[in-house]
């Protein structure tokens, strides 16, 4: 349809025509290069980190770190929490976690910024460190089965903790592989169910966090 304007209206027009042109051409470009690193990122491959985070010991500060997590759609493997001061001020918090070294960077910097928190390093990036877990593990089964069950604890150098003539549980403290071998092991010989405390990390060396 022809425009009604006239011509020296129209002259006047013109220039805020183009700008708005540039600007909606140059937000389609930024959103496309967003597009393309965030497609850079989810290729890039995943890695484990274990982080430890030490944070005033306040009412919603667990909340507000595993919001931070699932409001950017990072995953969380393993949570762990304690206060760990004689006054009951601070805790620790160790998160086990995967994802591409740029969203790794990401989470790290955003954890940072948090008001609560006092301190974060990256375990994994940081060095040569200590990593444990413990686990409840019930296995039912009787002969045969009971016997393997049995053997296998010991050369795991699992603890039971309780029994009953059909039942045990074992107490196994060691690495997530360790663990996981473990468990893996127990099903083929009646496992009933695991209870597992998550990871907690720790430097190697003299020095702390």
């Known amino acids: 349809m022809a425009s009604t304007l006239p011509q020296r209206d ?4 013109l220039p805020f025509v183009l700008r708005s042109a ?8 930024k959103d496309r290069a967003g597009n393309i690193e965030m497609m850079k990122i989810k290729h890039e491959a995943s890695e484990r980190h274990v982080l430890t985070i030490t944070v005033d010991n306040e009412a919603g500060i667990l909340a507000k770190i595993a919001g931070l997590f699932t409001a950017r759609g990072y995953n969380i493997d ?23 070294p740029a969203v790794i960077d ?46 296998l604890a010991e050369v795991f150098r699992a603890k039971v903790v309780d029994t009953t003539t059909s039942s ?9 592989d ?30 702390g966090v």
């Open 168 to 176: 045990f549980i074992f107490e196994l403290t060691g690495t997530p």
């Open 78 to 100: 393993s949570l762990t929490v304690a206060d760990i001061t004689e006054n009951h001020a601070v805790s620790r918090i160790t998160i086990v976690t995967h994802g591409p």
């Open 10 to 13: 129209r002259l006047k027009v």
């Open 22 to 29: 540039r600007t909606k051409a140059e937000r389609v470009s």
């Open 106 to 151: 990401q989470i790290h910097a955003q954890l940072d910024r948090l008001v609560p928190v006092h301190k974060v390093i990256d375990l994994t990036e940081a060095g040569d460190h200590v990593e444990r877990e413990l686990a409840l593990v019930k296995v039912s089964g009787t002969g045969d089965a009971r016997v393997e069950a049995l053997r």
């Open 178 to 207: 360790k663990l996981d071998r473990f468990v893996s092991l127990m099903r083929e010989l009646g496992l009933v169910e695991v209870g597992r405390t998550g990871v907690v990390g720790m430097m190697r060396g003299a020095t």
